[in-house]
């Protein structure tokens, strides 16, 4: 079962941040939050996963509250091939936890 | 290209029809996996590879049948489907026991049966 829980769908303006919200507050404490998207009717990809501290690579940036319940995924200036599904997904990296997916998120990036 | 191919791209089949999709990896993992994605519906794990050796089997009907000869290479064989196993049908790969990216998937066979 999925351990997160993402909003259905949102929309951003192209070139503003998009800020993708995931509650996932039965995280354990070796569990990461990893987020992955796919675009229509591709395979999903890795975009960025983090502990307790924020992550940033040239993708997006992954910021965690202190506590751990949440975290929320920033695409700093979306563009039109932005537009996928966001999964966040909860999973401990150092075992054989299998990569659950839920709905995710559906983020449409207009014009 | 993400290191995961998958052949082919598109398969329609009939119901009495027998075919195989094809998974490879050029990644150095050591664990790959078989996805369900249904239309409108989140993905669905199907079966796990570890070393070779198939660790998890989630309920899935008999008429799929996945093979792991080797670690860079898994197949799913097919049979007697129903309409209803239409769906895209995704290969992924893992480093077990290792941090970082998690999986990398491949692009996906579109399996329609008619």
């Known amino acids: 079962d999925a351990k997160t829980t993402q909003p259905p769908s949102m929309d951003c303006a192209e070139g503003r941040a998009a800020n993708l919200p995931c509650n996932h507050s039965?995280?354990?404490?070796?569990?990461?939050v990893y987020w992955y998207r796919q675009i229509h009717s591709q395979g999903p990809q890795y975009i960025i996963h983090g502990l307790k501290n924020n992550e940033t690579n040239e993708m997006a940036s992954l910021i965690i509250t202190e506590d751990r319940k949440s975290s929320t995924l920033i695409l700093p200036h979306a563009t039109l091939r932005d537009t996928a599904v966001y999964y966040c997904?909860?999973?401990?990296?150092?075992?054989?936890?299998?990569?659950?997916f839920g709905t995710g998120t559906r983020l449409q990036v207009f014009p | 290209e993400t290191g995961v191919t998958q052949t082919p791209r598109h398969l329609v089949m009939g119901m009495t029809n027998k075919k195989s999709l094809k998974c490879e990896q050029h990644?150095?993992?050591?664990?790959m996996y078989w996805y369900k994605q249904s239309a409108k519906k989140p993905l669905e794990l199907m079966f796990v590879?570890?070393?070779?050796?198939?660790?998890e089997n989630n309920s899935v009907p008999s008429r799929f049948s996945p093979e792991c000869p080797n670690s860079s290479h898994l197949f799913l064989h097919l049979h007697t489907l129903q309409p209803e196993d239409s769906a895209l049908y995704l290969c992924a790969s893992s480093q077990e026991r290792a941090s970082g990216h998690g999986y990398t998937f491949g692009s996906g066979t579109r399996l329609t049966v008619v």
């Open positions: 590879y570890s070393l070779e050796e198939r660790v």
């Open positions: 990644l150095g993992h050591n664990a």
């Open positions: 039965t995280i354990s404490g070796n569990e990461y």
């Open positions: 997904i909860v999973r401990a990296a150092y075992n054989t936890d299998k990569l659950i």
